[in-house]
């Protein structure tokens, strides 16, 4: 495939069966024509591009149908949570490009009223308290194919309810010896509707309401309930909460709520040689398998914006993959496909020397120094230009000369004439070799008639080689990556499992690489390509004068290979 054959980064989003939903009730006047949709994550961990996948479909859907997408913390969990993750959270979506404008909302704002609601239920008869353990709850719910029991406390009358939810709230019982259910079914073959539990005790404070509640709502009361009370339209989650969405509509549907948000359900990112749980990716940071969250060997959102992800590329990897709701495995050299594409537009391209060798131009005056002009992207222009300078001993690329060089061998070997990119032909004259007998340096001499890499007699070469000039040259360290799992699916492992499935050489630190002078000016954050070598991004560990670059990625692109392949 040609790069113009491509699929353009920026063409229009594709349709998907939500999309289709949306549109429906948008011609219908479903709502008013009025379209709401939130992105509640649990303020329990970072997120990770599994996240991205629901923040894009959510603030997008929001963006093409004129409506509005709200940030909602499900912060009803405090034992799990933490404001460092709020934080985090925030950052991330206004980092990939969204803005929830004065959509910011937490579930714990609604405390009062989802108590409020919660009575309702218990007056109405459809919720009691149940005084049995968490284990006989467990024991008494049944099994897919057998019944649950009815609960001994199942019939209390409703003051006596009241009385006991009342108290739960007031903190006069121990955490666990009482919960709030739902009065439903016993019986009934969707699980998730046997009596679900509505509140429990947890006497710990929140990082928001601090002591004032020693009872929390569950996800599934407190979730359709903060979308109703925001007026959310479309609901829209992962398919592990496909049986609860009864329960969704039992909630809404006793306490008379309309018009009522709709959940959907679609099918969540997997990716292969990585983990998107944050369960599973909150052991690596703890066990400092990783060197924290935004390790840029983690899946997650500052995780791949520090290994130098760009947001557009996350956005045109969420659209490509699309929406759906059958389970699927996607291929990390997609994503990685979709940074290249966007950072071979936008990236300035500069040398850098991950392996040096020294060369030596025998016939180059010692004291000279020169200056080359190189474009900072060949391909446009505008990006401008700059001054690299060049002298007499230069870095160039180990792995760019072999003593023995087989037949179509075009880069530097003993006799063999190469280019210096943008600079001189040289010819390699000599080897000198250190005391253990490895290649130390090499001789060459220059033909100063080709300068500017070209030469006027039409003689050609046909290797290309970058370099840089010693006596000019930064000291810089490189990290080079890996796949964070040796195995391509570790998402079937359990927690157990899943660690052994790590890949041992997914970090390799290269600390004595040599990058252009220029470099030394560059901002934590910022992406270069080095030539032939990869796209590069300033870390934050980087000090004056000693820059560290994360390779974001290589030039090699297997996912374009992939595709030519499946055009053949
Ligand atoms: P994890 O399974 O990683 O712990 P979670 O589902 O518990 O994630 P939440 O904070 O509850 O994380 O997620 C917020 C939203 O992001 C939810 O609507 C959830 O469905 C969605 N989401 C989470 N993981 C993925 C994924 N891998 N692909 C698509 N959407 C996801
Ligand atoms: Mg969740």
Request: charged letters at 30%.
């Amino acid at each position: 495939m040609t790069k113009d054959q491509r699929p353009a980064a920026t063409a229009a989003a594709p349709s998907n069966f939500i999309k289709d939903i949306v549109r429906a009730d948008v011609r219908a006047g479903a709502y008013n024509g009025r379209v709401q949709t939130r992105f509640p994550p649990e303020p329990n961990g970072y997120l990770h591009i599994g996240h991205a996948k629901s923040i894009c479909l959510n603030f997008g859907l929001a963006a093409e149908f004129g409506g509005r997408c709200n940030l909602r913390f499900d912060d009803t969990n405090p034992v799990k949570e933490d404001v460092e993750y709020v934080e985090s959270i925030k950052q991330d979506v206004r980092w990939l490009g969204f803005d929830w404008g004065d959509g910011l909302f937490y579930a714990s704002d609604y405390f009062e009223r989802l108590y409020a609601y919660a009575s309702r239920l218990v007056e109405a008869g459809k919720a009691y308290v149940d005084d049995q353990s968490a284990d006989e709850i467990r024991e008494n719910r049944g099994t897919l194919t057998s019944p649950g029991k009815d609960s001994p406390w199942r019939n209390r009358p409703v003051e006596e309810n009241l009385d006991l939810f009342g108290r739960m709230r007031a903190g006069e019982f121990e955490d666990g010896s009482r919960v709030l259910r739902a009065k439903i079914d016993m019986s009934h073959p969707n699980m998730v509707l046997r009596d679900p539990t509505l509140y429990r005790i947890k006497r710990v404070p929140h990082h928001r309401t601090g002591q004032k509640w020693p009872i929390y709502p569950m996800y599934d009361f407190a979730h359709c309930l903060s979308d109703a009370i925001e007026a959310v339209t479309h609901s829209i989650c992962t398919l592990e909460f496909e049986n609860n969405r009864a329960l969704y509509d039992w909630v809404l549907d006793e306490l008379g709520i309309e018009p009522r948000p709709r959940q959907y359900e679609f099918a969540r990112l997997n990716l292969t040689h990585t983990a998107l749980s944050k369960r599973k990716l909150i052991r690596l940071v703890r066990e400092g398998r990783v060197a924290g969250w935004d390790d840029p060997r983690m899946p997650t959102i500052s995780g791949l914006r520090r290994r130098g992800y760009t947001p557009e590329s996350i956005r045109t990897f969420c659209e490509r993959i699309g929406v759906s709701k059958a389970e699927n495995l996607v291929d990390m050299a997609l994503l990685e496909h979709c940074l290249r594409e966007d950072l071979n537009r936008r990236a300035p391209r500069v040398m850098g020397v991950l392996d040096p060798l020294r060369l030596v131009i025998e016939n180059y005056p010692e004291d000279q120094t020169e200056e080359f002009e190189f474009a900072n992207n060949p391909e446009d222009e505008a990006m401008g230009r700059r001054m690299v300078p060049f002298s007499r001993v230069l870095y160039v690329e180990r792995d760019d000369f072999r003593e023995q060089a087989p037949g179509k061998w075009f880069r530097l070997a003993p006799g063999r004439e190469v280019r210096l990119r943008y600079a001189y032909y040289v010819t390699c004259t000599d080897v000198v070799r250190d005391a253990s007998g490895e290649v130390a340096e090499l001789r060459c001499s220059f033909d100063p008639k080709t300068r500017g890499g070209w030469s006027k007699d039409g003689r050609k070469v046909k290797g290309t080689l970058h370099w840089v000039s010693a006596a000019h040259a930064v000291r810089a360290e490189v990290r080079l990556y890996g796949n964070l799992f040796s195995a391509a699916d570790p998402s079937g492992a359990d927690e157990a499992e899943f660690m052994e499935l790590l890949n041992p050489d997914s970090l390799r630190v290269l600390p004595g690489c040599m990058v252009e002078p220029g470099l030394c000016l560059a901002k934590p954050g910022e992406i270069f390509q080095f030539e032939r070598n990869g796209y590069f991004c300033l870390d934050p560990d980087s000090t004056p004068g000693r820059p560290v670059f994360n390779r974001a990625t290589t030039l090699r692109d297997t996912w374009a290979r992939i595709e030519r392949q499946k055009d053949k």
